[in-house]
C-alpha cells in the first residue's frame, strides 16, 4: 500500500511542474545614449558676402535618436565672422569668397570617438552681370559678330517706337562665381552693392559697340533701375544705340565690378 501511495505522490508532482508557470528570463538592460553622429542643419547652403547664416548642431545617438542636453563649439574654414551664438547654434556672417567648411564639436560631454559634425557654405562674390528685359517689352535674345574674338557674342535687340515714347524697362541679374545669382540681389540700396552705372553709346559698324567713353545720345536717358526712355523725337537715323550696365561691389576683400552683357535698342518710327 506504501509503495502504490508514493507512486501517486510522484506522478502528481509531474503534472504539477508540467501545468506550473514559467520562470521568465532575465530581462536584457537597454544601453545607455551614446553620441554617435552630429548633424548640422543652416538657414542657407549659398549665400552672397556679406550675409548672415545660422548653424544649427544635433546630437543623435546610436538609434538615431536626437540627444538632449549637448552643447557644443563651431569652427570653420575661412575667416567667418561670429555674430551670435547659443548652446547648439551659431550665426556667421560670410566675409570670405569660397567654400567654406563648418565643424561643430561636442564641449560638454565625453567623447572617446571624436564625433563631430560639419557642413559646406558657399560664399559668393560679384562675378557677372547679366541684362534682361520685362516680357512685355517689345525685346529679343539675338548675337552680334564680334570680329576681334572672331565669334559670335550674345545680346539682346530691343524696339523703341517713336510712336509712342513707351519707356524700356531692363533688368539686371548679378551672378557670383558658382553661377548662382547673389543673394540678395543688388537692389540699389544695399551698402556692399553699388548703383549700377549704364552706358549708352553707338553701335560702331560691324557690330562692335562703345561701350567706354562715348558720347552722350541725345533725348535718350536710363534711371538707376534699368527704365529707359527716350524723351524727344529722336531721328530714326540717330539709332540704333547700345547700352550696357556695371555693378561695383566694394565688400572687402571683393572689391571690383562687372559689366554686363549689350542690349542694342532700335528707334522705330
Known amino acids: 500500500m506504501l509503495i502504490v501511495l508514493l507512486a501517486f505522490a510522484l506522478v502528481g508532482c509531474n503534472a504539477a511542474n508540467k501545468t506550473g508557470t514559467p520562470t521568465p528570463p532575465t530581462p536584457t538592460p537597454t544601453p545607455s545614449p551614446t553620441l554617435t553622429s552630429i548633424k548640422i542643419s543652416s538657414s542657407s547652403t549659398t549665400v552672397s558676402v556679406g550675409a548672415n547664416v545660422v548653424f544649427t548642431a544635433t546630437a543623435l545617438d546610436q538609434n538615431k535618436n536626437t540627444m538632449s542636453g549637448v552643447e557644443f563649439t563651431f569652427s570653420t574654414s575661412l575667416a567667418e565672422t561670429v555674430v551670435g551664438t547659443t548652446a547648439t547654434s551659431v550665426t556667421y556672417t560670410a566675409t570670405t569668397p569660397g567654400t567654406d567648411y563648418i565643424t561643430a564639436t561636442p564641449g560638454n560631454i565625453g567623447n572617446p570617438s571624436d564625433v563631430t559634425g560639419s557642413a559646406t557654405l558657399n560664399i559668393g562674390s560679384l562675378a ?8 512685355t517689352e517689345d525685346c529679343t535674345q539675338s548675337s552680334f559678330y564680334d570680329p576681334f574674338t572672331k565669334s559670335p557674342v550674345p ?23 558658382y553661377g548662382d545669382a547673389l543673394t540678395p540681389q543688388p537692389d540699389w540700396l544695399n551698402p556692399l552693392i553699388l548703383p549700377s552705372t549704364w552706358v549708352l553709346g553707338s553701335v560702331v559698324p560691324g557690330g ?24 524727344n523725337a529722336v531721328p530714326v537715323a540717330n539709332g540704333p544705340f547700345a547700352v550696357s550696365a556695371t555693378i561695383s561691389q566694394l565688400s572687402s576683400p571683393t572689391t571690383g565690378s562687372e559689366t554686363s552683357n549689350f542690349v542694342v535698342v532700335n528707334i522705330l518710327p
Do not use: E
Open 128 to 135: 557677372s552681370v547679366t541684362i534682361g528685359y520685362l516680357p
Open 155 to 177: 545680346d539682346i535687340q530691343c524696339n523703341f517706337h517713336l510712336s509712342s515714347l513707351s519707356p524700356i524697362q531692363l533688368t539686371l541679374t548679378a551672378y557670383d562665381q
Open 208 to 231: 562692335v559697340y562703345c561701350a567706354g567713353n562715348c558720347a552722350p545720345i541725345p533725348g535718350v536717358s536710363i534711371t538707376p533701375a534699368g527704365l529707359l526712355s527716350i524723351t
